[in-house]
């Protein structure tokens, strides 16, 4: 039986998935025009899975495509020259890994050129591109798609030039090598990079990543209730939907409390009695998600005053992303743009939390958040 995933990235095969269809079209039509992508979120958003499961897709239904995927996360403390050595031998197994994935073998001469070739900086990485997409045309693979995952990890020393070379790429009057380029990280570029003249700021094209709508969390539950029997009561999916304000993890959460750890007789509709002990288990316990935002929410003492603000006082705080606090707390997935363009905490769970995190200073206004957010 599969389950809810709460940890690390989610698996068809093994867990309970949102399939994200439109946005996974929408990111694909992004690619084959060519687009430079940026996708800057906080962790446990999903974003990971869903770029994976985007060049997957690639992968296997258009061989016009050469997709390369990468990590950096662990490059942070890599010197420059490190940091291209590991590089190329990375992508070097992402080439194998893709023709290994089409049931293809590469040419001589592309397995020689591999054989042959150093990426020891960013111009010699901006020119073994251009060399491998004249051999990828004998494979009829015309476009070559770079993923590179937790960009935030890429050495402070060697950002400069590879983001100026990514924009010399770009702004090439010849067919490009990378055609397409995906970046996804928590920190934006311009937090990442002292340098602003050197990134490709204007060229970039920001890919939104949506927290889960109500439609998907009842596809979501509708994948358990189809495989288990088990069913929901609407308003209990509402209401999932409500306090969490969709956030993936969030969703899971309550999901798998609901259906493994409440012992819940799979012949009963699980009810809004049941939802409310499950509320109650999410509120007071602790799991990752939740430990990332107490940890971030600490970062910076500066963060304790404008939250405060924000759930508070009834002027509130203009959602205004060049404020680096206002910025900062919203790539953390603490806050989000209201309605009346103000700041608004994400979901009631976090706002309930983050009255835990401060109670002193705010004494009394857990009983105020029950009553705003009876379900």
Not at 129 to 155: C, K, M, S, W
Not at 188 to 215: A, G, R, V
Not at 311 to 329: A, H
Request: proline content about 4%.
């Amino acid at each position: 039986m599969k389950r809810f995933g709460t940890e690390g990235r989610v698996y068809p095969g093994t867990h309970y998935v949102v399939s994200r269809t439109e946005e996974i079209a929408d990111f694909i039509e992004r690619i084959k025009q060519g687009r430079y992508i940026v996708l800057f979120a906080p962790r446990q958003t999903g974003k990971t899975t869903f770029f994976r499961w985007a060049i997957e897709a690639l992968t296997t239904q258009d061989s016009t495509y050469f997709p390369i995927q990468l990590n950096f996360e662990e490059y942070e403390e890599y010197t420059a020259v490190d940091f291209y050595a590991s590089l190329y031998r990375e992508i070097r197994k992402e080439i194998e890994r893709v023709f290994q994935k089409r049931e293809a073998a590469p040419s001589d001469a592309l397995v020689q050129f591999l054989a042959d070739t150093e990426i020891t900086e960013h111009v010699s990485m901006r020119e073994f591109f251009e060399e491998f997409a004249q051999h990828l045309t004998h494979h009829n693979y015309q476009r070559v798609v770079l993923i590179i995952d937790e960009f935030g990890g890429i050495p402070r020393t060697a950002i400069k030039g590879f983001l100026g070379s990514l924009r010399h790429i770009y702004l090439s009057d010849e067919v490009r090598c990378p055609h397409s380029i995906g970046i996804v990280g928590i920190k934006s570029i311009t937090q990442l990079s002292e340098e602003k003249s050197i990134s490709p700021f204007n060229i970039q094209d920001e890919f939104n990543l949506p927290n889960f709508s109500l439609k998907q969390v009842q596809e979501l539950i509708g994948q358990y209730t189809t495989e288990v029997g088990q069913g929901f009561a609407p308003e209990v999916i509402a209401a999932i939907h409500k306090q969490t304000g969709g956030q993936p993890v969030l969703v899971n959460r309550l999901a798998q409390i609901l259906t493994e750890e409440l012992d819940i007789p799979k012949a009963e509709p699980i009810t809004m009695s049941h939802f409310s002990v499950a509320h109650a288990q999410l509120l007071r316990g602790r799991n990752t998600n939740i430990q990332h935002l107490t940890t971030n929410i600490r970062k910076d003492p500066r963060f304790e005053n404008v939250l405060m603000t924000i759930m508070t006082r009834d002027e509130g705080i203009d959602f205004n992303l060049d404020n680096d606090i206002i910025n900062e707390l919203f790539m953390y997935g603490v806050i989000k743009e209201g309605p009346d363009g103000m700041c608004e905490i994400l979901n009631p769970i976090y706002l309930y939390r983050i009255m835990r995190v401060f109670k002193p200073l705010v004494n009394g206004l857990e009983d105020e958040y029950f009553l705003k957010n009876d379900f």
